[in-house]
Every structure is written in C-alpha cells, then in structure tokens.
C-alpha cells in the first residue's frame, strides 16, 4: 500500500466556455463517500438552474475509490473525462464538480468530452496540491529506567511525539510514516521490550 499521496488544500474554481455553453468547474478536497454526496447536494441545489450538474472523485491513497456522475449527458461523456484529469494530475481525495449552462448550440459528443476535460483541468490548475502521508500512530509503554534508550530510538528513526506522560511508567504515542512504522515498533519492542498499539492515520 503506498504511504504517500498528492490531494487539494482547498476549494478551487474554473471557468470554461464552448459556443456559448458556459462550465463551471469546482475542485474540493474530501475524504468521505458521504462527504461527496453532501457536497453535490449542495452544488445543485446552489445551482438549480443550470442544464447539468457532473461530477467525479477519487478517494484513498490507493487511489481505488472513485465515481462519475454525467447528470444526463451522453455515457462518459462528462463524469469519465473529469475523472481523467484527477488522474492525469495523479489526485485522490478530491471531488470535481462541473457545472453546464447551456447555449442553446449542441455539442457533440466529442465537444462534450473536450469541454469537460478542460473544464476540469481549469479547475485543477487553480488548485493548491499538497503532498500528504499515511501515518501510524504508536502507543509505547515502558518503564522510567528505560526512558534513555527510548529516546534515542527516536533520535534516530525522527517520529513526531504527539503525547507523552513520563512517570515511573511512561507512555508515548508517536506518529511516524506507514512504511517506517514497523521497523519502529521492532526496535522500540527488541531494544527496549517496550508494550506497542498502533493504528493507521491520514496526514
């Protein structure tokens, strides 16, 4: 499973115009289904008026999470190419709205597709991409007398000690990026026979 992913930092707004139709695209981070369906809601409730409202997202660091929507437009013609600009951009949890006014002049389906593709990208090229992690947060427990060489086990492995309580035993909770967090808790367990939990986060 990868521990590193690309995502948005905010909402982001496109524009695109074909023989008078007008696009506008909207990109927004989100980390839930149902995060997705409450946003879509809102957009089309915002925008009753217009002729379509599609959409697509993509969800995971594994990027194997993801739905298009093209709101009465021909098959693949909206959703697939909105979706294919997250992807070309290489993007997961992130929604793309796109919003379709009609000009009274039709498409194509080809048009359709190159309309909402760049509908899209101008939403994406607007955004603020952040590099992001999949973490692990580690419990360590362990006694006071081995509190030296606790630390410099992480001086070395350089996680971020989120909370710490140093008593006659002490506890620790560290987060660290997934792919370094089992050789972490081996030299936590092996070195220092100190008690781990752990469970994954999302930067």
């Not at 509908?119 to 427990?141: P, Q, W």
Request: a positive charge; aromatic letters at 8%.
């Amino acid at each position: 499973m990868p521990d590193t992913y690309k995502t948005i930092k905010g909402l982001a707004e496109g524009c695109h115009t074909e023989k008078r139709s007008r696009f506008l695209s909207f990109a927004m981070p989100v980390r839930t289904v149902e995060e997705v369906k409450t946003l879509v809601q809102e957009y089309r409730k915002k925008y009753y008026d217009a002729r379509h409202v599609c959409w697509a997202y993509m969800l995971g660091a594994e990027r194997n999470t993801f739905r298009v929507n093209d709101d009465g437009e021909p098959s693949s013609t909206a959703g697939k190419p909105i979706l294919g600009q997250i992807n070309a951009n290489g993007l997961t949890n992130i929604l793309v709205i796109v919003v379709r006014y009609f000009g009274g002049i039709e498409l194509g389906t080809g048009g359709l597709i190159v309309a909402y593709r760049r509908a899209a990208a101008e939403a994406i090229v607007a955004a603020e991409v952040a590099a992001c992690t999949v973490d692990e947060l580690i419990t360590v427990t362990f006694k006071y007398d081995d509190l030296n060489k606790v630390m410099r086990i992480l001086k070395e492995m350089h996680p971020q000690v989120v909370l710490k309580k140093i008593e006659m035993t002490c506890e620790m909770t560290l987060r660290i990026q997934k792919s370094l967090s089992e050789q972490l808790k081996n030299r936590l367990i092996k070195e220092v026979r100190c008690k781990t939990e752990s469970w994954q986060v999302d930067s």
